[in-house]
């Protein structure tokens, strides 16, 4: 089985406190959150065909950002 890899300025506890913050979300929160990143403008999202997602998050993974 593969070990789950973090990015490397990430510890234990900041994952923790990530799960943490999805899984007491209310769905209103969530919902909240979702229009809220839709509106932010330093990011772009892209709609991509599902078999194609292992590819491009891999070269995500392999770019520093």
Not at 25 to 49: C, G, H, M, N, Y
Request: aromatic share 6%.
């Amino acid at each position: 089985m593969k070990k789950n890899q973090i990015p490397k300025d990430w510890d234990e506890n900041r994952v923790k406190k990530v799960i943490a913050h999805y899984e007491n979300q209310t769905e209103d929160e969530a919902l909240s959150e979702d229009k809220a990143a839709w509106k932010e403008r330093t990011a772009t999202f892209i709609e991509v065909p599902n078999k194609l997602l292992p590819r491009i998050r891999q070269l995500l993974a392999k770019t520093a950002l």
